[in-house]
């Protein structure tokens, strides 16, 4: 019928299983459609089909999401609590006020076994996708580190215990502190999270103080402005992408090694620039 058809949004919606949908569809405001309307159609019968009693017929929703662009892609959890509009402010403040190579963004993570376990995985089409995992985790280490646009991560501090307050702050003191100088030179502002391990702030203030340097904290629920979060998901797809790289170590040495081999300074600037750090 020519491309006319085909390009307007009513006529995805006339196939066979589309009775449903076409039977609540407002033709009038689709009869000359615009992004608005787009997103508002997909809100009522792709975001919460069940919830509002319509089924939501693959036809559709993929038409829909050719129109607005749309793609499939790997979600990013982000928490309920999160107050995006502070956020966003105490990012324009803190970029506004602070440089990229003055910031040490500090954080821990863990591993174990399960870090090598793939979530993707291919096969012949109409067959499972089967990959042998370990399900016990093993021995869980630690690792809390310093990362900076100048450096990427400092040589982390690594426990076999989970980090508690007091661990927390005898990891600054070994893996971060000797590393850091004074306002306003470089590496010189300490950035940490709202953690709840983060037990021992006042300790934590008052040393960064002695040092010269200033502490700044996130925003709640905000991973999104901490570079370090970057670094790790590197670290640990590097993990699961190459296994044969780490073959050979123990738990504590890969999980030092792989830091240090992700870590570099070309990293951290692309993940600095990803998490808001203008002109690095």
């Known amino acids: 019928q020519g491309r006319g058809k085909i390009d ?12 449903a949908n076409l039977a609540v569809l407002d033709h009038e405001r689709l009869s000359t459609p615009n992004e608005t309307t787009l997103r508002d159609t997909h809100r009522r019968f792709c975001s919460a089909p069940r919830a509002q009693g319509t089924p939501a017929y693959s036809t559709t929703c993929k038409a829909l999401h050719d129109k607005l662009l749309y793609t499939s892609k790997r979600s990013s959890g982000r928490a309920v609590e999160r107050d995006d509009a502070a956020c966003e402010q105490w990012a324009v403040w803190f970029h506004a006020k602070y440089q990229a190579d003055q910031v040490v963004a ?18 012949r089409r109409g067959t499972k996708a089967i990959v042998k995992k370990k399900f016990h985790r093993g021995t869980r280490y630690s690792a809390m580190a310093g990362y900076t646009v100048l450096d990427g991560f400092l040589p982390p501090f690594i426990t076999k215990e989970t980090f508690t307050g007091p661990r927390f702050l005898a990891g600054l003191r070994r893996a971060v502190f000797p590393h850091m100088g004074r306002y306003p030179g470089p590496r010189s502002v300490l950035l940490l999270d709202n953690a709840k391990i983060h037990g021992c702030m006042r300790e ?8 010269g340097a200033r502490v700044v904290f996130l925003e ?5 402005h901490m570079p370090i979060e970057l670094g790790f998901r590197a670290y640990k797809n590097d993990r699961r ?9 123990s738990e504590r040495e890969a999980l030092r090694a792989g830091l ?21």
């Open 220 to 224: 709640p629920y905000d991973p999104e």
């Open 8 to 19: 307007d949004v009513r006529w995805h919606f006339a196939g066979p299983r589309a009775a």
């Open 106 to 123: 500090v954080d821990e993570t863990s591993n174990d076994d399960r870090v090598k376990n793939r979530a993707v995985a291919i096969s």
């Open 241 to 249: 992408d190459h296994p044969q790289r780490y073959e050979d170590m």
């Open 260 to 280: 240090l081999r992700v870590g570099t300074p070309g990293g951290a600037r692309a993940n600095f620039r990803e998490a808001g750090f203008p002109n690095v």
């Open 204 to 211: 934590v203030i008052d040393e960064t103080r002695a040092l």
